[in-house]
């Protein structure tokens, strides 16, 4: 089983939607949680924390459940722009730094 | 701030030559650096975690012979594949974190796309 899992999609929706993901990790240990977004060909960059309180970044929120090791990201008035693999991100140990990556949930926003 | 570049951004090769691809942190000294794979439509692989001065840990499965890091200043990583077979094609990815800053955040390379003929 893999550690961090992720529906890999792909999620087609029309512009102005509202859309979910949902990732779910095996380790209980792990500390620390993220999303990030991935372009076709490109590096990952950092979309937003996750944190037990849940935490908004404009359209985006983002919610971590530790008891059901689940974590969602949504992302609300979806924008072609959007259109992108998102991938839910855990950190197992706190000093090692060590990113563990789900598969990736991928995007795409029509007009 | 917190810029990582990557060089070569594409290599092609020939199976049983062996390329080296450089990872650099461009503003920052970097505590340590990430080596990373990914597969056509997979996840993220972590290969091997190096610091500064130090040998690298290698993931479980990551030949260490195959792949070897060296870490030799606080701004520059190196990734060697040793003689390089079509398996060996993927998209190699190099990340940074420093203790100075965000302790968790890692500022990702733009990549290295090897393909092995």
């Known amino acids: 089983r893999k550690e961090v899992e992720q529906d890999p999609g792909p999620f087609n929706v029309p512009e102005g939607a509202t859309v979910a993901f949902n990732c779910t990790y095996s380790?209980?240990?792990?500390?620390?949680f993220f999303w990030y977004r991935q372009d076709c060909r490109k590096e990952p960059k950092l979309l937003m924390s996750?944190?037990?309180s849940g935490n908004e970044d404009g359209r985006f929120t983002a919610q971590l459940n530790r008891a059901s090791q689940y974590i969602s990201l949504l992302i609300r008035d979806s924008k072609l722009s959007d259109s992108a693999t998102y991938l839910c991100?855990?950190?197992?140990?706190?000093?090692?730094?060590?990113?563990?990556f789900g598969q990736g949930t991928t995007l795409q926003v029509k007009p | 701030g917190a810029v990582v570049s990557q060089h070569p951004s594409r290599v092609i090769c020939k199976s049983g030559t062996s390329v080296k691809i450089e990872c650099r942190s461009l503003?920052?000294?970097?505590?340590?650096m990430f080596w990373y794979r990914q597969f056509p439509k997979q996840s993220l692989m972590l290969m091997a975690t190096?610091?500064?001065?130090?040998?690298?840990?290698?993931e479980q499965g990551v030949e260490k012979d195959k792949f070897l890091i060296n870490h030799a200043s606080l701004t520059l990583s190196t990734l060697t594949v040793t003689s390089a077979h079509p398996e060996d094609s993927s998209f190699y990815i190099c990340?940074?974190?420093?203790?100075?800053?965000?302790?968790?955040?890692?500022?990702f390379g733009p990549g290295t796309r090897l393909t092995v003929t």
């Open positions: 990340s940074a974190r420093s203790d100075h800053l965000k302790r968790y955040e890692q500022y």
């Open positions: 380790n209980s240990a792990s500390q620390s």
């Open positions: 996750v944190y037990s």
């Open positions: 991100v855990v950190t197992r140990l706190r000093n090692t730094g060590k990113l563990i």
């Open positions: 503003d920052f000294q970097a505590t340590t």
């Open positions: 190096s610091n500064e001065g130090s040998k690298a840990t290698y």
